[in-house]
T-cell receptor, first 116, second 119 residues
Framework: EPEVTQTPSHQVTQMGQEVILRCVPISNHLYFYWYRQILGQKVEFLVSFYNNEISEKSEIFDDQFSVERPDGSNFTLKIRSTKLEDSAMYFC??????????????FGPGTRLTVT | AQTVTQSQPEMSVQEAETVTLSCTYDTSESDYYLFWYKQPPSRQMILVIRQEAYKQQNATENRFSVNFQKAAKSFSLKISDSQLGDAAMYFCAYRSPIGSGGSNYKLTFGKGTLLTVNP
């Protein structure tokens, strides 16, 4: 069964450094998302991406964040200058969103980001 | 903006018994989608069940079923014949309808209910 994959599973970085989190969505899916979950808290929406552009972003998704689909398979989240409060689990998700439905979002296993 | 509330931070159930997890939401939209996701200790988010608001029939997936009360804006999850593998954090989530302008497809999650299954 197709699945969303994410790399790395765990990233440790120093405050102020740039990190890139990578995701490979399910191949026939059209919409891509990033969510964040700070330990012990609920999952929060960051950004959605469709047709090579951001379709919606939350207030969390400020100028230090960016997303890109550099090729036909990868979807990346870049954090330019990490802060301690960026430490969280980052989930990528994708959905088909075709005319027949396919609105379910399927999540990857997550990347645990630790900022020291 | 839509909000999702899960009023039970923790629940426990005996193996083979039935448990119901509560979820309420607030929206002004008439059509939308509701989901339950399971997050085991591995922290992977797994879709358990979905419900389209325009459908009156409650969704069922094997041992999992929902009680969808649209007027009350309630969406509870019932797990029958609970198994040890059901132990996880369960999140209720809301999504706006397709065709709402290409945006608002984000999921809005509740804070979750931690389910413990006792042998």
């Amino acid at each position: 069964e197709p699945e969303v994959t994410q790399t790395p599973s765990h990233q440790v970085t120093q405050m102020g450094q740039e990190v890139i989190l990578r995701c490979v969505p399910i191949s026939n899916h059209l919409y891509f998302y990033w969510y964040r979950q700070i330990l012990g808290q609920k999952v929060e929406f960051l950004v959605s991406f469709y047709n090579n552009e951001i379709s919606e972003k939350s207030e969390i998704f400020d100028d230090q964040f960016s997303v890109e689909r550099p090729d036909g398979s990868n979807f990346t989240l870049k954090i330019r200058s990490t802060k301690l409060e960026d430490s969280a689990m980052y989930f990528c998700a994708s959905s088909e969103m075709g005319a027949s439905g396919g609105y379910e979002q399927y999540f990857g296993p997550g990347t645990r980001l630790t900022v020291t | 903006a839509q909000t999702v509330t899960q009023s039970q931070p923790e629940m426990s159930v005996q193996e083979a018994e039935t448990v119901t997890l509560s979820c309420t939401y607030d929206t002004s939209e008439s059509d939308y989608y509701l989901f339950w996701y399971k997050q085991p200790p591995s922290r992977q988010m797994i879709l358990v069940i979905r419900q389209e608001a325009y459908k009156q029939q409650n969704a069922t997936e094997n041992r999992f079923s929902v009680n969808f009360q649209k007027a009350a804006k309630s969406f509870s999850l019932k797990i029958s014949d609970s198994q040890l593998g059901d132990a996880a954090m369960y999140f209720c989530a809301y999504r706006s309808p397709i065709g709402s302008g290409g945006s608002n497809y984000k999921l809005t999650f509740g804070k979750g209910t931690l389910l413990t299954v006792n042998p």
